[in-house]
């Protein structure tokens, strides 16, 4: 079966970095996309970053161009989000997502930015 474990949250404080990982397993992971969301309290979740099989091209949400990057490892099967100059309004809980003829989702890791 499908499954996603991210790691890597935690508490920063503002401008600091985090680096969070995904791993993945149940599927031929060099053959998916895959992707980053977030949900912060009281808000919808929401994309933030995409990468496509190969790792060649990536898309952001503008909220984080700059400071975030998407990467993966196809023999590891993991993905990363390396997470620079964090914002209070960074903070959130961060999926792992694959869409495999439907969504699956990882169990989330928190992230907090705060002095």
């Known amino acids: 079966q499908v499954q996603l474990v991210e790691s890597g949250g935690g508490m920063v404080q503002p401008g600091g970095s985090l680096r969070l990982c995904c791993t993945a397993s149940g599927f031929i992971f060099r053959t998916f996309a895959m992707s980053w969301y977030r949900q912060a309290p009281g808000k919808e979740r929401e994309l933030v970053a995409g990468?496509?099989?190969?790792?060649?091209?990536?898309n952001y949400v503008d909220s984080v161009k700059g400071r975030f990057t998407i990467s993966r490892d196809n023999v590891q099967n993991t993905m990363y989000l390396q997470m620079n100059n964090l914002k209070p309004e960074d903070t959130a809980v961060y999926y792992c997502?694959?869409?495999?003829?439907?969504?699956?989702w990882g169990q989330g890791t928190q992230v907090t930015v705060s002095s």
């Open positions: 997502n694959v869409y495999f003829f439907r969504n699956y």
């Open positions: 990468i496509d099989r190969a790792g060649g091209t990536t």
